[in-house]
Nanobody
Framework: QVQLVESGGGLVQAGGSLRLSCAAS????????GNWYRQGPGKERELVAN???????TYTNSAKGRFIISRDNAKNTVFLQMNSLKPEDTAVYYC???????????????WGQGTQVTVSS
């Protein structure tokens, strides 16, 4: 049994910063590619950033220059550092990470439970 546990959301003023964490726990052997998505009020879930197993990153236009995705393989954790936050960044943020458990030989993708980020103007 494996799961992803997110933390780090909260309320912040415009221009502030938050760091989200997404930790894989349970019978984890290793993590693969990691993604952060977000879903704002009345909006569809959208991709924010991606990090591959080799550390290669990609960002959507809304995240470029402000957000940084990173990973700590030793801790099976993916991070999202969010700087210069804007009210339009308000959303529930979800991680989506491939996990290889000790019970399988392949990666299975899991969603985190979501963490609320609210940016006040």
């Amino acid at each position: 049994q494996v799961q992803l546990v997110e933390s780090g959301g909260g309320l912040v003023q415009a221009g502030g910063s938050l760091r989200l964490s997404c930790a894989a726990s349970g019978s984890v052997f290793s993590i693969g590619g990691g993604n952060w998505y977000r879903q704002g009020p009345g909006k569809e879930r959208e991709l924010v950033a991606n990090i591959n197993s080799d550390g290669t990153t990609t960002y959507t236009n809304s995240a470029k220059g402000r957000f940084i995705i990173s990973r700590d393989n030793a801790k099976n954790t993916v991070f999202l550092q969010m700087n210069s936050l804007k009210p339009e960044d308000t959303a529930v943020y979800y991680c989506f990470v491939g996990i290889k458990s000790t019970m399988t030989s392949s990666f299975v993708a899991y969603w985190g439970q979501g963490t609320q980020v609210t940016v006040s103007s």
